[in-house]
């Protein structure tokens, strides 16, 4: 029996709103059930084969693991290096970070994004003309190759997450190309369920990403936009809740994929995370995982 219903796309398509672009799935909830089912499905079958990667990767768990390993050694060096990198590149004078920006361009590594608009209530989307020249007025925003020198640090910040250290200094357990979460949910060490930890695979919910993020794209004619805003709780804790509509789509849907004591398996990070690797899939043109 499916997780989802049309009760809850109708809820999941309210929900997924925003003041830029408004509320763009209202009318579309057959659609969406539709490919919730189907991204559900591409999950269900990346958890069955969940296992054989989690014996692959046993042994390099291990070795990451000791206290005096060199792997471990040069996990957090190398953690550090790629702080040190990022923090280089956000205090570059202007026209240096541009330069260095237009050269990541030349290697393909970076890509203008394309921009979107509603325009008589249907979503525009627009390639700018120039990297130097703002697509309409200068007030509008950055120039598109001021734009890119982001993509250039969400890559960088992406292997920094990879190789990240928790403030016990114990690596997290995170591999490129398929890998593993920490079990997300407070307090640490513990499920939202108060179960053991555990490690949860991302290639279920790559899969799952995937297949809303067609959705969304073909929908609303423009790529998902990534954004996770700080705020405070009612006891004014810091905390982080989406900001974008797509990430509200795709944050609320994946509550519905949850453990054996009803608890989440995903916490926003991992959907920001799993978000960011599709559009990286996409710029370098990578497959969708849900169709390997």
Known sequence: MSRYDIKKAKILAAAASSPKHGTPLLGHEEELLAALRQAEQAFEVAWATAPEERKQTDELTKLMRKPDGAGRKSYIALAKQLGNAIAT????DPTARRF??????????????????VRDGRPVVARPLSLMQCPGEPSEGKLPLDEMSGQLLDYLERMRELVATTESDKP?????????FKSPGPPEGKTQSGGKASNVERDPLDAFIAVLWEFWTDKTGAAPTIN????????????????????????????FLKNDNLAP?????????????RQADLREGRSNPATE
Request: charged share 20%.
């Open 100 to 117: 260095l920006t237009w050269a990541a361009y030349t290697q393909g590594l970076v890509r203008p994004e394309p921009k979107s608009t």
């Open 228 to 255: 996770i805003k700080d705020t405070t709780d009612e006891k004014g804790r810091a905390m982080k809740v989406p900001g974008s509509a797509a990430i509200l789509l795709m944050f609320g849907a994946a509550q």
């Open 89 to 92: 590149i956000e205090d570059m």
């Open 265 to 277: 398996l995903y916490d926003l990070a991992a959907v920001n995370t799993a978000m960011k690797q």
């Open 172 to 180: 997290f357990v995170h591999y490129a190309g398929g890998g593993l």
